[in-house]
């Protein structure tokens, strides 16, 4: 009941003179006038004897009593952190302010049947006249039952016949009624199917608006890597000739400066002038870079290549790490470093996994999507440390780690699940997502981004594609922790039975009939 692992309160109010005082000066005087109350309460009670419900006061004194003490126990926390044993008495104090609320409720009747004095004797008075006036009444009473005999004879006959007019419109309104619940049920069911349908128009819309943005998407990916692999399949086929041939000159100079050791004035200058021994060392070095500059283009058409597929309309068979590995080559400039934040590092815990059958387009739509998502939410974390100076000024980078303790970081895990599952996790240490938003993440045009800034499709699309595949797409994520993606992919699906955009683009025509 008294532990002081605790810090004490007083640090809440930063050990202010004045905030401190003033807490203290307000708990002490409530305290006092919750100590001052009950004793006159009792005062009351023990010179009113005739007071009924005196052990009511004694109660109201017990609760104004515990209201003190929680009040000084205020003050006692300021410097002792005995927490506990303050929250136990707060518990005595609900406890008995319960009791006595209870109390009260089952008393009002009680109380607010007890007379005056001035009442009673108000009552007696209008006993007796009621006395005298109720004989009179009782005379006159007589007198007007016999009539009122005869009236309730002529009114029983005019009741009846209304009444069979009554029960009449009774019927008719009871036949009205029934029609009307039925039109109102015809209406609601009616209503139901054009909300569904709207509904069904939505979501066949969004994903024909994205589905052709993709489409035109990879089509431009596709046609600049193919313009581009035709003049870089011709550089780097005439590499390999041309350094030999550069060999073989280089080789021949070296011969006449083997045999001719002593050229003539002029060859002399120009051989100084050009600086013939640094061309002969760095000419070698010149080709090396040219040459891993064409395979790093070469590279990156591929990367394009893989990544719009639209050779591969049909599901089929694909290593799904080049879809990955393509994604991050397309999202490779927003990972770099940048002028307000450090670089994203990029961990990859890629499993030994099989080849996977499914719309590679598709999937990687898919991590396109994510990945986007991540890397807008780990800029989002960097601005919130910006500096407006830029970033390495004022050492923004350290004041980064300092404040977050992490780098920027995208962890992307595959491994086998049960030896029938493919299991993709892609995961940030971004803002997160607070509990409310993930229930509705996958809605369309429902975003956490700001204004301008998403359309609310990419994560409705990506659970829709997952879906289409017979997988699952889960959310896991904790505000100001990152947020984590969970895709599952069986590895042998029914979906290839049938192609998935004729049956989308099917569904869409029936909805629109």
């Known amino acids: 009941m008294f532990p002081n692992y605790f810090i004490p309160h007083g640090h809440c109010y930063l050990w202010k003179p004045g905030l401190v005082g003033l807490h203290i000066l307000s708990d002490g005087l409530i305290a006092v006038a919750y100590f001052l109350i009950p004793i006159t309460l009792i005062y009351i009670v023990q010179k009113r004897k005739d007071v009924p419900f005196d052990w009511v006061f004694m109660l109201f004194g017990s609760f104004i009593i515990c209201c003190g003490i929680t009040h000084i126990m205020e003050i006692w926390t300021l410097w002792h952190p005995n927490y506990w044993f303050s929250g136990f008495l707060k518990g005595i104090t609900a406890l008995i302010s319960l009791c006595t609320a209870a109390v009260l409720v089952e008393l009002i009747p009680k109380i607010l049947a007890i007379p005056s004095p001035d009442q009673l004797a108000t ?86 608006v994205q589905t052709e943005k993709m489409s035109s998407l990879g ?31 280089l080789g021949l100079i070296k011969a006449y400066q083997v045999y001719y050791p002593n050229p003539a004035p002029e060859i002399a200058d120009k051989i100084h002038t050009i600086e013939l021994d640094f061309i002969l060392k760095d000419l070698q070095k010149l080709f090396g870079s040219l040459k891993i500059g064409a395979e790093r283009i070469k590279d990156i058409v591929k990367s394009l290549r893989n990544f719009s597929r639209l050779d591969e309309a049909d599901m089929k068979k694909v290593n ?70 830029g970033y390495w000024e004022n050492d923004f980078y350290e ?79 904790e505000v100001g922790r990152g947020t984590e993606f969970i895709i599952e992919i069986p590895l042998r699906s029914q979906v290839g039975q049938c192609d998935c955009h004729v049956a989308h683009k099917q569904v869409v025509m029936n909805n629109l009939g």
């Open 123 to 208: 009552a007696n008075l209008a006993l007796q006249n009621e006395i005298g006036d109720r004989k009179q009444a009782q005379e006159a009473l007589s007198k007007l039952m016999l009539e009122l005999e005869k009236r309730v004879t002529e009114r029983t006959i005019a009741l009846e016949v209304a009444n069979e007019l009554l029960q009449q419109e009774n019927r008719d309104r009871s036949l009205a009624e029934n029609s009307l619940r039925h039109s109102e049920a015809k209406l609601l069911e009616r209503t139901q199917q054009l909300e569904e349908t709207l509904q069904q128009l939505k979501e066949a819309q969004t994903q024909l």
């Open 219 to 249: 089509q431009m990916v596709a046609g600049v890597a193919h313009e581009i692999n035709n003049p870089v399949n011709f550089i780097y086929g005439n590499l390999i000739p041309a350094e030999e041939y550069i060999k073989d000159i």
């Open 320 to 389: 799904i790490h080049e879809g990955l590995d393509s994604t991050l080559m397309i999202l490779q400039h927003r990972l770099k470093e940048q002028t307000n934040r450090p670089p994203i590092q990029v961990i990859k815990e890629y499993g030994d996994l099989p080849l996977l059958e499914c719309y590679a387009g598709q999937i990687n739509q898919v991590f396109m999507n994510i990945l986007s998502n991540a890397i807008d939410a780990l800029e989002q974390i960097a601005q919130q440390g910006d500096s407006p100076k």
């Open 399 to 477: 004041h980064f780690q300092s404040t977050y303790c992490h780098l920027l970081t995208i962890r992307i895990r595959t491994l086998l699940v049960d030896g029938q599952w493919m299991q993709i996790r892609i995961a940030d240490n971004g803002t997160g997502i607070d509990y409310d938003a993930i229930a509705k993440i996958y809605d369309p045009f429902y975003t956490t981004k700001p204004i301008g800034s998403g359309t609310g499709l990419g994560l409705a699309i990506s659970y829709q594609i997952i879906q289409a595949h017979e997988g699952y797409l889960r959310c896991t994520s």
